[in-house]
C-alpha cells in the first residue's frame, strides 16, 4: 500500500514538474510576442524607459496611425496579398498535378527524377538566386526583350518576377506525391476502365481527398510568399509594387528605428496568416499525418 502511495506520488511530482517546464517554456516563447504588441500600443516615452515598463502608462493607437501614413502601406498589404494568394494557387494546382504523376503514374525515370527533385531540396535558395535573376532578365519577348532574350528587362519588376520561380516549389511536390501515396490506386482503375482520362481522374477523384494535404500546403506556402523579404527586394524596384515587408524597412532611416509603428506594421502583417491558420487548423494537423506514411 506504501508502495502504491509513493509511486502515485512521484507520478504526481513528474507530473507537475512537467507542466511547470512546460508553463516556463511557453511563457519564455510568449514574451518577445508580448513585447512587440506592447511596444505599438506604449507611447514613444515609455519604449525605451528603464527599467522596463511590461505595463504602460496609458496605451495609443498612434504608431498604427503613422504606420499606414508614412508610407502607403495599405498598398504594400495588397500587393503582399497578391502575391501570396498567386504563389498558393499555382503551388497548390501544379504542385498536386506533380505530386499525382510521381505517386500514382508509372512511367520511364519516375524515382531517379523524383530523387533529382528531392536532392534539389537540398540546394540553398542563395545559391540559385543569380541564375534566376539572369533567367528573369533573359526571358524572350517578355518586358521588352526581342527573341533571344536581350534588349529589356525581361520579367524584373514585375510580380510575375516573384509569381513564376515559385509557382511549383520542390516541397509543394513532394508534400502532395507523400499524400497521393496514401490514396488507393484502385479508384484510379475503376476510372480509366470507365474511360475517364488522366486528367479527369486527377481532378475528378483524387484532388477532392486531398482537402487536408491542401490545406496544409495552402498555410506553408502563404507564409513563405508572405514574409519573403530578399527575392523581392531584388526583382521589384517601383515603390509601387513594394511588399509588406519590404514597406517594414521604411521605419528605419538615418542609422535609426522607429520602434513603435514598425511593431505596429509588423502586428498587422501577422494578421492574415493567423486567420489563415485559424480557418484551415481542422485540417492541418491531419494533412501533416497523412503526408509522412509512406515513402
Not at 505595463?55 to 503613422?66: A, D, G, I, N, Q
Not at 536532392?119 to 528573369?136: C, K, L, S
Request: proline residues 6%.
Amino acid at each position: 500500500m506504501n508502495t502504491s502511495g509513493n509511486s502515485a506520488l512521484k507520478r504526481g511530482l513528474g507530473k507537475a514538474i512537467y507542466y511547470i517546464v512546460c508553463t516556463v517554456i511557453a511563457a519564455a516563447m510568449f514574451l518577445p510576442f508580448y513585447w512587440s504588441v506592447l511596444t505599438s500600443l506604449k507611447p514613444d516615452e515609455d519604449i525605451f524607459a528603464m527599467p522596463i515598463k511590461w505595463f504602460p502608462s496609458h496605451l495609443t493607437f498612434e504608431h498604427y496611425r503613422k504606420a499606414f501614413t508614412t508610407v502607403p502601406f495599405a498598398l504594400f498589404f495588397w500587393n503582399s496579398l497578391v502575391l501570396a494568394v498567386s504563389g498558393v494557387l499555382a503551388n497548390l494546382f501544379f504542385g498536386s498535378l506533380s505530386g499525382y504523376a510521381f505517386a500514382k503514374l508509372k512511367f520511364k525515370l519516375n524515382k531517379p527524377i523524383f530523387r533529382i527533385l528531392l536532392a534539389a531540396m537540398m540546394i540553398p535558395g542563395i545559391v540559385t538566386m543569380i541564375p534566376t535573376v539572369f533567367v528573369m532578365r533573359h526571358i524572350p519577348l517578355a518586358g521588352g526583350n526581342d527573341l533571344l532574350g536581350s534588349g529589356g528587362n525581361g520579367l524584373m519588376n514585375s510580380f510575375w518576377g516573384i509569381i513564376l520561380p515559385g509557382a511549383s516549389g520542390t516541397f509543394a511536390v513532394f508534400f502532395m506525391r507523400q499524400f497521393f501515396l496514401t490514396l488507393p490506386s484502385d479508384m484510379m482503375e475503376m476510372a480509366r476502365i470507365e474511360g475517364c482520362g488522366e486528367f479527369k481522374i486527377f481532378w475528378r477523384i483524387y484532388l477532392p481527398l486531398t482537402k487536408p494535404a491542401l490545406a496544409t500546403l495552402s498555410i506553408f506556402t502563404f507564409q513563405a510568399g508572405w514574409n519573403s523579404f530578399l527575392w523581392p527586394m531584388i526583382v521589384l524596384n517601383d515603390p509601387d509594387k513594394a511588399t509588406i515587408q519590404m514597406g517594414l524597412q521604411a521605419f528605419s532611416y538615418n542609422f535609426q528605428t522607429d520602434y513603435g509603428p514598425m511593431m505596429a506594421g509588423a502586428l498587422v502583417a501577422i494578421l492574415p496568416i493567423l486567420v489563415l491558420f485559424l480557418a484551415l487548423q481542422r485540417y492541418f494537423v491531419q494533412g501533416i499525418a497523412f503526408s509522412g506514411i509512406k515513402g
